[in-house]
């Protein structure tokens, strides 16, 4: 794939180094001292991203991808829809500075995925210390199906069933169970215990009904 990263701060650096091992990678900052030496699938143009003609010359129209990663949430807004709008860019990825401008960070805006550091923060917390907890993953914007966990909780009244041959709720599709580490199909993973995160997609509004199923106790 070939991707464009906007931005060379820590993120952008540390992002197009784990993705140039296997992609196609281009960086575009307007700061030379953050310049990166070119590598072979790596390479860093000098310039402001917001700017149509450096997006061109990093070779945005012909990129699979653009991720923006600057520190300014209007920049890298305007930089999304400058790459979708503008250079057809198939995928935009986006960072949201500020969690209270995530509600502009929409797909007509030019955006497809946005990614908010003290969101994923507190995620993560609360799949720490929430037991049995619904939650989402990855919202699939387009499409309006949602990626989902949950952790089946002691004294689930689902335990014992087997992962693939339960009913489920309409619009919802089992995908994984995660087990000690190990990550299974439905089929093969037999009855579900306790401890079990189960990741399925769901229809918008279809998540809670999959969650009461997997976290009602037996009565």
């Known amino acids: 794939m070939r991707i464009v990263i906007c931005g060379a701060g820590d993120t952008g650096r540390h992002v197009a180094e784990v993705l140039a091992q296997v992609h196609d990678v281009t960086v575009v900052d307007r700061r030379p001292d953050r310049r990166i030496a070119d590598q072979s699938s790596l390479r860093f143009i000098l310039g402001d991203a917001a700017d149509p003609s450096v997006l061109v010359r990093a070779g945005a129209r012909d990129a699979d991808a653009l991720i923006a990663v600057t520190r300014d949430d209007p920049t890298n807004l305007l930089i999304a829809m400058l790459a979708k709008h503008w ?25 497809d995925v946005v990614v908010s550091a003290a969101e994923l923060v507190a995620r993560l917390v609360q799949e720490e210390v929430t037991a049995g907890d619904l939650v989402t993953l990855l919202r699939l914007h387009e499409p309006g199906v949602a990626v989902t966990e949950t952790t089946l909780p002691p004294g689930a009244a689902i335990a014992g069933t ?12 089992l995908t994984a ?15 579900l215990r306790a401890g079990d995160v189960v990741v399925a997609l769901c229809e918008p509004g279809r998540e809670h009904l999959l969650h009461d199923l997997l976290t009602g106790t037996a009565r």
């Open 87 to 111: 250079l057809g860019v198939h995928s935009t990825v986006v960072r949201a500075q500020d969690p209270a401008h995530g509600w502009l960070f929409t797909p007509q805006a030019g955006v």
């Open 162 to 173: 087997h992962a693939g041959r339960f009913p489920l709720p309409d619009g919802v599709a």
């Open 177 to 191: 169970v995660i087990r000690d580490g190990a990550v299974l199909l439905p089929d093969r993973a037999g009855p």
